[in-house]
């Protein structure tokens, strides 16, 4: 199994441009999470799919997030406009129920920069 | 009040020592308990789950104290690869799916 696999790995772009980072979660399993990681806040639930279908987005900061799973094995995070302060490494996680533990796998993550 | 909360370090001890987390979380009914490693740049990894009675792997010591709402992590003879961010992780009642992360405890092992 490759794991959960993100792209880019690495991302630099200007101040209001457009940002779509990509998730395949892996094979079978059922969740998948968004998550963000920067110094001063660790690591953020940002949203979380069920089935492809979203299911808390309470942590999505602002109207410029946006997440959509349309299948079952591929999940984007949009950022339009960017801003320099949404610099940050922004990890996906996927997860299956196995007996009464969860299997989470983190992807490697996606560093973005916005200058 | 931070949902989960962990002294940010840095501890820097000798090879071979022995060298104890805590965390602590706020949400009572909180239900599932782990501790995860990760590496600088890379992602989080499951180090292992933490059970009621305490439990132990290899080198690893888990403890949960459910009355005081406090986790630890015991690592014995620390090797120079247990350098890492140790993160204290919850799952909270009622979103049994969902990894509450603590901020983390950066460890690094001096040769």
């Known amino acids: 199994d490759a794991g959960v696999i993100q792209s880019p790995r690495h991302e630099v772009t200007e101040m209001g441009q457009e940002v779509t980072l990509r998730c395949k979660p892996i094979?079978?399993?059922?969740?998948l999470f968004w998550y963000r990681q920067t110094m001063m806040r660790g690591l953020e639930l940002l949203i979380y799919?069920?089935?492809?279908?979203?299911?808390?987005d309470s942590g999505m900061p602002e109207d410029r997030f946006s997440a959509k799973m349309p299948n079952a094995s591929f999940s984007t995070l949009k950022i339009q406009p960017s801003e320099p302060r949404d610099s940050a490494v922004y990890f996906c996680a996927s997860s299956l129920l196995l007996g009464n533990s969860y299997g989470y796998t983190f992807g490697s993550g996606t560093r973005l920069t916005v200058v | 009040r931070k949902e989960v909360e962990q002294d940010p370090g840095p501890f820097n001890v000798p090879e071979g020592a022995t060298v104890a987390f805590n965390c602590t979380y706020s949400?009572?009914?909180?239900?599932?308990f782990f501790w995860y490693r990760q590496d600088c740049r890379k992602e989080p990894k499951l180090l292992m789950s933490?059970?009621?009675s305490g439990n132990e792997d290899g080198r690893f010591t888990a403890q949960l104290n459910r009355a005081s709402q406090y986790i630890s992590l015991l690592i014995r003879d620390s090797k120079l690869s247990d350098s890492a961010t140790y993160l204290c992780v919850v799952t909270l009642s009622g979103s049994a799916r969902q990894l509450t992360f603590g901020s983390g405890t950066q460890l690094t092992v001096l040769p």
């Open positions: 799919f069920n089935n492809n279908v979203p299911i808390d």
């Open positions: 933490v059970y009621s």
């Open positions: 094979s079978g399993h059922d969740y």
């Open positions: 949400n009572s009914a909180s239900q599932s």
